[in-house]
């Protein structure tokens, strides 16, 4: 038995993430061979950005001798989980494992506040805590500004120290890059994810705060009542394309930006953690190269500003959990494990990956160098991490100042939605849809504005009949009851005239863009065009990148969710990307939820 | 068979039993004779956390049961146990710092209960105090100040660097060590940091009280950056996240020394350890838990050359046994830790817990 406890070391900063627990738990399994049935199986939960390099970390360790505890060899599974989500899971002691993925007896979050905040969550229900000795922080990654390098240099990067309130000032500058003599930049537009799905973006906005009272530590819940600060979150967040809940998103967009000739013209800054830029610069935006997948590198690299506040860490624990799932045999051998990576050899790996080794006797070397954008000697400071209820706060006040949203839901009721899903309830795919997107109606603010449209082929008998308004777009706290009602209402008709539905949702979307807010439509199908009146694909897609390539004055985004098996994810995805926007996946009805929540987190 | 062939080949299985008996017995009773072990089963050490490394050496060569516990933990557990619990801790004794043994027999005595643990003790094992500092940060502070101690990073912590000639992009004057209330190495740290600001090893809590000194300590400590979790020290995380984390961290040499050897060029270049005068050090000893059966066997092994030179592997100075890598013969030890004694290091505790809320 080893005695630790939690809190040491670590004054001021227990349960540091404590409010952002309205997290996806969007899961994705590597698939794995089944462990041999001798073998000790060591599942480990991971957040997204590092499944890759644990599972090759594990396959290693498979092979090696160390991978043997007792006499019996040891295996390690790895299964995607983002951070806020498996908190979720494990304050709930981890329940339906066939759905949300096994039992996992390592958890590695993308930083070990999240231990504190799963055991808070765990000690207010009464129960038991599961992280009663702290993670081994195998490596660490800082969040950096990304920006295309040549909008760095028009800031006097390297030589000038920048800071988020340099970037953030000149996101709310009207001049916007002409201020800086280049007005062929546009205004200056913000990448950050939504900070109650994302680690990066809860840190971006922490540091917000910051730059808004000039401090670096001790931000109180005044700080954040004053005006100025109010007024300077406020304008910040009038520069943000998007949320959303991973960075990746905006990764692949500036990619595909950059491949087009255009990468100043989506955004200027993320905020992403370093190991982003190394993969951006690298020419595999999302860190994850598909089979035949090849890296191209982008025309104009990313280079990583690290603020001249100071910055914060995500610092990858590996936490061996004191949950009742975990057998002695199984955290003896996670313990191998975290061992194991921790090695001098196993954290040069990790460097490979564009990680900081958590050994210090692994120098943090290629490919975090100069060439890659990105500065071995930085940061220079950190900001200190709110207490919890400081954070709860920024957190209440990034909710309230937040950009609005003007969304258009543009639901398909073809007769295929109403095939079955769920064969223990009856349930159709319909009948799931509209549980999950009155559901995602609680993630909007009042001040939101959202409307409801529904498309199947000749659903009206007046012009146009492939679609039909039911509920016109307005402010959510009047419309919600009327969205709520309308949603339970529907019922699956005829075909799909997909083309037609979303050129037309973009138009009227675009026809009364409002600049104050994120304008996009939420368009849910489960089919594919099945309109012999509109098959132009290539028309369609033209039509969306015209008023999107160099970002018009009137962005309008869609996002796409394909939904059971018979989705044509390819022409969604490509919608998507047309637009500047993201596809979404939900080709097991039952992930329809959780897939919801993560395209309104884009709000 | 006859019967008397039958008796006497009862007889021969009978005389082979008890040889086996004998014979297994035997080796039992040279087994009971292997360090570590006793007629009940193996020894009990509960060790400090910054003990960890010797106490897991020692079990590797033994048959001891370490438990490695915080020693704010530990303190607790030991100054509050009921007298009739004692038993019932699971230990046999206890590896930890002069002042930790004493805290926890002055708490006992003062609540007029039998003592949880005996007398410690010779020190086993000593580190001196040290203050890490990246040489870039060192040379300003050295400008700024002249001696880079604990009086100096009182005096400035928490301030831009740049008001003393730092660069902007250090941001503020962050110092670190261990939790206090946590760690033995902690408290020392704090404790090292009051004698160089009072200027005397004896401090009373009535300096403790005294508003300059609040004034100074309390800089000190609100500048130490909260928000870094995780299992490693503060040593550690200076040395992987750079001086991101702390520009100064006081630590001890058995840590810092072989952890510095051991880091990459970069990292190990651009650190000195510095070790503020007067030195101080963090002393090592054994106290037998009160009433412990295996208490006396235990000190053996551990006070022992075993446990010698687990602790020297680790680190620590041990008189006549190879030092580590990293671990230099200067400076010279004081006869003493040069600390405060341990009701002045809980009522120093108490303090700080005021300052930091």
Same mark, same amino acid.
């Given at each position: 038995?080893?005695?630790r406890?939690?809190?040491?070391?670590?004054?001021?900063?227990?349960?540091?993430?404590?409010?952002?627990t309205?997290?996806?738990?969007?899961?994705?399994?590597?698939?794995l061979?089944?462990?041999?049935?001798?073998?000790?199986?060591?599942?480990?939960?991971?957040?997204?950005?590092?499944?890759?390099?644990?599972?090759?970390?594990?396959?290693?360790?498979?092979?090696?001798s160390?991978?043997?505890?007792?006499?019996?060899c040891?295996?390690?599974?790895?299964?995607?989980?983002?951070?806020?989500?498996?908190?979720?899971?494990?304050?709930?002691?981890?329940?339906?494992?066939?759905?949300?993925?096994?039992?996992?007896?390592?958890?590695?979050?993308?930083?070990?506040?999240?231990?504190a905040?799963?055991?808070?969550? $765990?000690?207010?229900?009464?129960?038991?805590?599961?992280?009663?000795? +702290?993670?081994?922080?195998?490596?660490?990654?800082? =969040?950096?500004?990304?920006?295309?390098?040549?909008?760095?240099?028009?800031?006097?990067?390297?030589?000038?120290?920048?800071?988020?309130s340099?970037?953030?000032?000149?996101?709310?500058?009207p001049?916007?890059?002409?201020?800086?003599?280049?007005?062929?930049?546009?205004?200056?537009?913000?990448?950050?994810?939504?900070?109650?799905?994302?680690?990066?973006?809860l840190?971006?906005?922490?540091?917000?705060?910051?730059?808004?009272?000039?401090?670096?530590?001790?931000?109180?819940?005044?700080?954040?009542?004053?005006?100025?600060?109010?007024?300077?979150?406020?304008?910040?967040?009038?520069?943000?394309?998007?949320?959303?809940?991973?960075?990746?998103?905006?990764?692949?967009?500036?990619?595909?930006?950059?491949?087009?000739?255009?990468?100043?013209?989506?955004?200027?800054?993320?905020?992403?953690?370093?190991?982003?830029?190394?993969?951006?610069?690298?020419?595999?935006?999302?860190?994850? =190269?598909d089979?035949?997948?090849?890296? #191209?590198?982008?025309?104009?690299?990313?280079?990583?500003?690290?603020?001249?506040?100071?910055?914060?860490?995500?610092?990858?624990?590996?936490?061996?959990?004191?949950?009742?799932?975990?057998?002695?045999?199984?955290?003896?051998?996670a313990?191998?494990?975290?061992k194991?990576?921790t090695?001098?050899?196993?954290?040069?790996?990790?460097?490979?990956?564009?990680? $900081?080794?958590?050994?210090?006797?692994?120098?943090?070397?290629?490919?975090?160098?100069?060439?890659?954008?990105?500065?071995?000697?930085?940061?220079?400071?950190?900001?200190?991490?709110?207490?919890?209820?400081?954070?709860?706060?920024?957190?209440?006040?990034?909710?309230?100042?937040?950009?609005?949203?003007?969304?258009?839901?543009?639901?398909?009721?073809?007769?295929?939605?109403?095939?079955?899903?769920?064969?223990?309830?009856?349930?159709?795919?319909?009948?799931?849809?509209?549980?999950?997107?009155?559901?995602?109606?609680?993630?909007?603010?009042?001040?939101?504005?959202?409307?409801?449209?529904?498309?199947?082929t000749?659903?009206?008998?007046?012009?146009?009949?492939?679609?039909?308004?039911l509920?016109?777009?307005?402010?959510?706290?009047?419309?919600?009851?009327?969205?709520?009602?309308?949603?339970? #209402? *529907?019922?699956?008709?005829?075909g799909?005239?997909?083309?037609?539905?979303?050129?037309?949702?973009?138009?009227?979307?675009?026809?009364?863009?409002?600049?104050?807010?994120?304008?996009?439509?939420?368009?849910?199908?489960?089919?594919?065009?099945?309109?012999a009146?509109?098959?132009?694909?290539?028309?369609?897609?033209?039509?969306?990148?015209?008023?999107?390539?160099?970002?018009?004055?009137?962005?309008?985004?869609?996002?796409?969710?394909?939904?059971?098996?018979?989705?044509?994810?390819?022409? *969604?995805?490509?919608?998507?990307?047309?637009?500047?926007?993201?596809?979404?996946?939900?080709?097991?009805?039952?992930?329809?939820?959780?897939v919801?929540?993560?395209?309104?987190?884009?709000? | 068979?006859?019967?008397?062939?039958? %008796?006497?080949?009862?007889?021969?299985?009978?005389?082979?039993?008890i040889?086996?008996?004998?014979?297994?017995?035997?080796?039992?009773?040279?087994?009971?004779?292997?360090?570590?072990?006793?007629?009940?089963?193996?020894?009990? *050490?509960?060790?400090?956390?910054?003990?960890a490394?010797?106490?897991?050496?020692?079990?590797?060569?033994?048959?001891?049961?370490?438990?490695?516990?915080?020693?704010?933990?530990?303190?607790?557990?030991?100054?509050?146990?009921?007298?009739?619990?004692?038993?019932?801790?699971?230990?046999?004794?206890?590896?930890?710092?002069?002042?930790?043994?004493?805290?926890?027999?002055d708490?006992?005595?003062?609540?007029?209960?039998?003592?949880?643990?005996?007398? !410690?003790?010779?020190?086993?094992?000593?580190? +001196?105090?040290?203050?890490?500092?990246?040489?870039?940060?060192?040379?300003?502070?050295?400008?700024?100040?002249?001696?880079?101690?604990?009086?100096?990073?009182?005096?400035?912590?928490?301030?831009?660097?740049?008001?003393?000639?730092?660069?902007?992009?250090?941001?503020?004057?962050?110092?670190?060590?261990?939790?206090?209330?946590?760690?033995?190495?902690?408290?020392?740290?704090?404790?090292?940091?009051?004698?160089?600001? =009072?200027?005397?090893?004896?401090?009373?809590?009535?300096?403790?009280?005294?508003?300059?000194?609040?004034?100074?300590?309390?800089?000190?400590?609100?500048?130490? +950056?909260?928000?870094?979790?995780?299992?490693?020290?503060?040593?550690?995380?200076?040395?992987t996240a750079?001086?991101?984390?702390?520009?100064?961290?006081?630590?001890?040499?058995?840590?810092?020394?072989?952890?510095l050897?051991?880091?990459?060029?970069?990292? %190990?270049?651009?650190?000195?350890?510095?070790?503020?005068?007067?030195?101080?050090?963090?002393?090592?000893?054994?106290? !037998?838990?009160?009433?412990?059966?295996?208490?006396?066997?235990?000190?053996?092994?551990?006070?022992?050359?075993?446990?010698?030179?687990?602790?020297? %592997?680790?680190?620590?100075?041990?008189?006549?046994?190879?030092?580590?890598?990293?671990?230099?013969?200067?400076?010279?030890l004081?006869?003493?830790?040069?600390?405060?004694?341990?009701?002045?290091?809980?009522?120093?505790?108490?303090?700080?817990?005021?300052?930091?809320?």
């Amino acid at each position: 038995m080893r005695l630790r406890s939690l809190a040491h070391r670590s004054r001021g900063g227990t349960a540091a993430l404590l409010v952002a627990t309205t997290v996806l738990a969007g899961q994705a399994t590597i698939a794995l061979p089944a462990a041999a049935a001798s073998c000790v199986t060591v599942d480990i939960a991971s957040s997204p950005e590092k499944l890759v390099l644990l599972t090759d970390l594990g396959k290693r360790f498979g092979r090696s001798s160390a991978a043997e505890v007792g006499g019996r060899c040891v295996e390690v599974r790895v299964t995607k989980a983002s951070s806020g989500a498996a908190a979720t899971l494990l304050a709930a002691n981890w329940p339906k494992p066939a759905k949300n993925g096994p039992r996992p007896v390592i958890w590695s979050p993308a930083a070990s506040t999240w231990g504190a905040v799963l055991d808070q969550r $765990r000690s207010e229900a009464g129960k038991s805590p599961y992280v009663t000795t +702290p993670g081994t922080s195998f490596m660490l990654t800082p =969040l950096v500004i990304g920006m295309p390098k040549p909008m760095a240099d028009a800031l006097g990067y390297p030589a000038t120290p920048i800071g988020f309130s340099d970037v953030l000032a000149l996101s709310q500058d009207p001049a916007g890059w002409a201020g800086k003599g280049h007005p062929e930049w546009g205004p200056f537009r913000l990448g950050k994810t939504n900070p109650n799905f994302s680690t990066s973006g809860l840190a971006q906005t922490v540091a917000q705060y910051y730059a808004a009272t000039g401090k670096t530590s001790d931000l109180t819940l005044e700080d954040l009542a004053r005006p100025e600060v109010d007024a300077f979150a406020r304008g910040v967040e009038s520069a943000v394309v998007h949320y959303g809940d991973t960075t990746l998103t905006f990764q692949n967009n500036l990619y595909r930006a950059d491949r087009r000739g255009d990468p100043n013209g989506y955004a200027s800054a993320i905020a992403v953690e370093e190991k982003s830029v190394v993969d951006y610069n690298r020419g595999n935006p999302d860190g994850i =190269l598909d089979p035949g997948e090849q890296p #191209r590198k982008p025309r104009i690299p990313l280079v990583a500003i690290y603020p001249k506040e100071g910055t914060l860490f995500s610092d990858n624990p590996l936490i061996v959990l004191d949950a009742p799932w975990v057998s002695s045999a199984e955290a003896t051998a996670a313990r191998a494990f975290t061992k194991f990576v921790t090695t001098a050899k196993n954290q040069r790996r990790v460097l490979e990956y564009g990680f $900081r080794p958590g050994n210090p006797a692994v120098a943090v070397g290629k490919p975090i160098v100069a060439a890659n954008g990105l500065d071995p000697s930085q940061p220079q400071t950190t900001l200190e991490v709110p207490e919890p209820a400081v954070l709860a706060g920024v957190i209440d006040q990034w909710n309230q100042v937040r950009k609005k949203a003007r969304v258009l839901l543009v639901v398909d009721v073809s007769g295929s939605m109403g095939d079955e899903a769920d064969p223990k309830t009856g349930a159709t795919k319909l009948d799931l849809a509209k549980t999950a997107a009155i559901a995602a109606l609680d993630q909007f603010q009042p001040e939101d504005e959202v409307g409801l449209r529904i498309f199947s082929t000749d659903i009206s008998d007046r012009e146009p009949t492939d679609y039909r308004d039911l509920v016109p777009i307005g402010p959510i706290s009047a419309n919600k009851p009327d969205l709520q009602t309308q949603i339970e #209402r *529907l019922k699956p008709t005829q075909g799909t005239p997909l083309y037609t539905a979303a050129e037309d949702a973009y138009t009227f979307m675009k026809d009364g863009f409002d600049a104050t807010r994120i304008n996009a439509v939420v368009l849910l199908t489960d089919g594919r065009n099945e309109d012999a009146r509109n098959e132009d694909l290539a028309g369609l897609l033209a039509a969306l990148r015209t008023t999107t390539e160099g970002e018009s004055t009137t962005p309008v985004r869609i996002f796409t969710i394909a939904y059971g098996n018979d989705a044509d994810e390819s022409t *969604l995805k490509r919608m998507a990307e047309a637009t500047n926007a993201a596809a979404y996946s939900a080709v097991d009805p039952a992930t329809i939820v959780n897939v919801f929540n993560a395209v309104v987190s884009n709000f | 068979m006859t019967v008397a062939a039958r %008796r006497f080949a009862a007889l021969v299985v009978a005389i082979a039993m008890i040889g086996a008996a004998l014979g297994i017995r035997s080796v039992m009773d040279g087994d009971s004779n292997r360090s570590g072990t006793s007629s009940a089963g193996p020894l009990r *050490l509960l060790c400090a956390r910054e003990l960890a490394d010797a106490c897991d050496d020692l079990a590797s060569r033994s048959d001891i049961q370490v438990t490695v516990a915080a020693e704010g933990q530990s303190v607790a557990t030991l100054s509050s146990v009921a007298d009739t619990d004692i038993d019932t801790l699971g230990y046999d004794g206890w590896l930890t710092f002069d002042h930790d043994a004493q805290i926890v027999r002055d708490a006992r005595a003062r609540a007029a209960v039998r003592p949880s643990v005996g007398r !410690p003790s010779e020190s086993v094992g000593r580190s +001196p105090l040290v203050l890490a500092v990246w040489n870039d940060r060192a040379t300003v502070l050295g400008a700024a100040c002249g001696d880079v101690d604990y009086r100096c990073l009182g005096d400035v912590a928490g301030t831009p660097w740049t008001t003393i000639g730092g660069d902007v992009r250090w941001g503020s004057v962050k110092p670190g060590h261990a939790d206090p209330a946590d760690d033995g190495d902690g408290l020392a740290v704090i404790g090292q940091a009051a004698t160089q600001y =009072l200027g005397r090893t004896d401090p009373s809590r009535d300096d403790y009280a005294d508003d300059t000194f609040l004034e100074w300590f309390g800089r000190l400590e609100r500048a130490v +950056p909260g928000g870094l979790t995780a299992a490693a020290s503060p040593f550690e995380r200076m040395l992987t996240a750079g001086p991101a984390a702390y520009d100064a961290v006081g630590t001890y040499e058995a840590e810092a020394g072989p952890l510095l050897a051991r880091a990459s060029a970069d990292r %190990r270049d651009q650190v000195r350890l510095l070790y503020p005068a007067p030195v101080a050090t963090l002393d090592v000893v054994y106290a !037998p838990i009160s009433g412990a059966r295996g208490a006396d066997a235990l000190r053996d092994v551990v006070t022992g050359d075993d446990g010698r030179a687990a602790l020297a %592997r680790a680190g620590w100075r041990v008189p006549g046994v190879d030092a580590a890598r990293g671990i230099p013969t200067t400076p010279g030890l004081p006869n003493g830790p040069e600390l405060p004694d341990a009701g002045s290091l809980v009522a120093l505790l108490e303090t700080w817990r005021e300052i930091t809320g």
